[in-house]
């Protein structure tokens, strides 16, 4: 039988004192797409995360293919289906990213380039997964497959769609991040927020069980 890897987030969260072992204790049996991977809880800082994160190591990401993550085999869909987020964010950052020299991490499909491409004095992004970073560097996007790979280090804004959540590294990975920005640079990162209304308010078991995917850590907000 193969021995599970290490919980990289979970030792992190203990490391951190975010979290004792002792506080953990089980928020869902399952996430909707792994029933071998269960949602986690601490008691003492609210924090919800993965009972694994090996699953969301770089090979998870490989092994897709076009961009069937996104549940489309072509570009054109992959960006319909993520449109009304990609719509938001545009309108949300636009004045920030204008005439800036701007990275996003993660960029999917890339439907935040098509938008925020031309305000831009310079436009580059990471993509883990080889198809669509090629087809983006196709069409003639600057792409980059991981934050090691980024080449310039005058980055005034740097964007993370729902991707930090996805990082099982989070510390080292913002540092690398943090070297290949101007100072004084704009770091902007959404994340889902695991205390959405329907979970902390109305205790809504089929929101639960749509809610919780791939990622290793969601944020909290816990009153002080």
């Given at each position: 039988m193969q021995k599970q890897k290490e919980n990289i987030i979970k030792s992190l969260l203990i490391k951190s004192g975010v979290c004792s072992e002792e506080s953990i204790i089980q928020y869902f049996p399952k996430t909707?797409?792994?029933?071998?991977?269960?949602?986690?809880?601490?008691?003492?800082?609210?924090?919800?995360?993965l009972s694994r994160s090996d699953h969301a190591e770089i090979e998870y990401y490989n092994e897709k293919e076009n961009f069937t993550y996104w549940g489309?085999?072509?570009?054109?869909?992959?960006v319909v289906s993520e449109d009304e987020d990609t719509q938001r964010r545009?309108?949300?950052?636009?004045?920030?990213?204008?005439?800036?020299?701007?990275?996003?991490?993660?960029?999917?499909?890339?439907?935040?380039?098509?938008?925020?491409n031309t305000v831009a004095a310079k436009t580059a992004a990471v993509e883990p997964q080889e198809a669509p970073r090629k087809t983006l560097s196709a069409i003639g996007y600057k792409m980059y497959g991981?934050?090691?790979?980024?080449e310039d280090i005058d980055f005034e804004v740097v964007t993370l769609f729902h991707v930090f959540e996805h990082f099982t590294d989070p510390i080292n990975t913002l540092t690398i991040i943090k070297?290949?920005?101007t100072k004084g640079g704009i770091i902007i990162i959404e994340v889902p927020h695991a205390r959405d209304c329907l979970l902390s308010l109305f205790d809504n078991e089929a929101f639960r069980v749509s809610r919780?995917?791939?990622?290793?850590?969601?944020?909290?907000?816990?009153?002080?």
């Open positions: 909707r797409d792994r029933d071998d991977i269960s949602v986690l809880k601490c008691t003492k800082s609210d924090v919800i995360f489309s085999d072509d570009r054109k869909n992959a545009s309108k949300q950052f636009k004045s920030i990213i204008a005439n800036k020299k701007w990275i996003d991490i993660g960029t999917g499909a890339g439907g935040i380039l098509d938008i925020l991981s934050t090691d790979e980024i070297s290949k920005m919780f995917g791939a990622s290793t850590c969601y944020c909290t907000q816990k009153k002080a």
